[in-house]
T-cell receptor, first 115, second 113 residues
Framework: GAGVSQSPRYKVAKRGQDVALRCDPI?????LFWYQQALGQGPEFLTY????????KSGLPSDRFFAERPEGSVSTLKIQRTQQEDSAVYLC?????????????FGDGTRLSIL | GNSVTQMEGPVTLSEEAFLTINCTYT??????LFWYVQYPGEGLQLLLK?????DKGSNKGFEATYRKETTSFHLEKGSVQVSDSAVYFC????????????FGKGITLSVRP
C-alpha cells in the first residue's frame, strides 16, 4: 500500500533498554511528524521534520528521546534508557508539503510497553 | 497555549440515535479545526475539517460547524450505526511550516444494535 508504514507494530522492552521506532512516510511527502499517545489520551506532538531538517523538537519529553530523518524520507525515533512512563503508542504522520492545509496521513503506530 | 477540550466519555447509544460530541478550543488567531476517528485496530483517519469561522465540515453523515463566537466544533450525526463505534478526536492546527495538530483527549463511542 501507499500509506504511512510504522514498525514494529508492537515493542516490549525492559526498563533501561534503548529502543528504535521506524516510520516510512508516503513517498515524496516533505513533512513528517511524530506524536506520542498515552493510554486514554489524545496524541501529543513530539517533533517535526521538513525533509531532513528537524525544525521543531519542542515536544520531546526529555533528552532521552532523539529523532532523525537523514535522507529526508524514513525517520527513526530513538528512546534511550527507557522508563515505564515511556509506555505509549507512537504515531508518525506525513503530509505532502509544508502548508497548513495539507492533510496529515497517520500510520497505525507502534505500541511500546516498558516492563 | 492552545488546547482542545472534549466532553467526557464514553458514550453509548442505540443504533439510529442522534449523536452530539462536544468540542471546545482555546487558541489565538484562526486555527483550522478537525475531527479524527480511530476505528478498533486501525490508525487515525481524518473524518472532517473546517478551516474558517462558520464553515461546516461533513463526511459519512457526520457534520461539525466552526463556531468562533463559542470557540466550538461539535460533532453531530443524525442516525448512528454500529459501524460508527470508534474513538473520536477533536483537533486544531494552524497554517504554517510546522502545522502540528493539537488533539483533545478523545471520546469512545459505542453503538448498540
Amino acid at each position: 500500500g501507499a500509506g504511512v508504514s510504522q514498525s514494529p507494530r508492537y515493542k516490549v522492552a525492559k526498563r533501561g533498554q534503548d529502543v528504535a521506532l521506524r516510520c516510512d512516510p508516503i513517498s515524496g511527502h516533505v513533512s513528517l511528524f511524530w506524536y506520542q499517545q498515552a493510554l486514554g489520551q489524545g496524541p501529543e506532538f513530539l517533533t517535526y521534520f521538513q525533509n531532513e531538517a528537524q525544525l521543531d523538537k519542542s515536544g520531546l519529553p526529555s533528552d532521552r528521546f532523539f529523532a532523525e530523518r537523514p535522507e529526508g524520507s524514513v525517520s527513526t525515533l530513538k528512546i534511550q534508557r527507557t522508563q515505564q512512563e515511556d509506555s505509549a503508542v507512537y504515531l508518525c504522520a506525513s503530509s505532502p508539503s509544508t502548508g497548513g492545509n495539507q492533510p496529515q496521513h497517520f500510520g497505525d503506530g507502534t505500541r511500546l510497553s516498558i516492563l | 497555549g492552545n488546547s482542545v477540550t472534549q466532553m467526557e466519555g464514553p458514550v453509548t447509544l442505540s443504533e439510529e440515535a442522534f449523536l452530539t460530541i462536544n468540542c471546545t478550543y482555546t487558541a489565538t488567531g484562526y486555527p483550522s479545526l478537525f475531527w479524527y476517528v480511530q476505528y478498533p485496530g486501525e490508525g487515525l483517519q481524518l473524518l472532517l475539517k473546517a478551516t474558517k469561522a462558520d464553515d461546516k465540515g461533513s463526511n459519512k453523515g457526520f457534520e461539525a460547524t466552526y463556531r468562533k463566537e463559542t470557540t466550538s466544533f461539535h460533532l453531530e450525526k443524525g442516525s448512528v450505526q454500529v459501524s460508527d463505534s470508534a474513538v473520536y478526536f477533536c483537533a486544531l492546527r494552524y497554517t504554517g511550516a510546522n502545522s502540528k495538530l493539537t488533539f483533545g483527549k478523545g471520546i469512545t463511542l459505542s453503538v448498540r444494535p
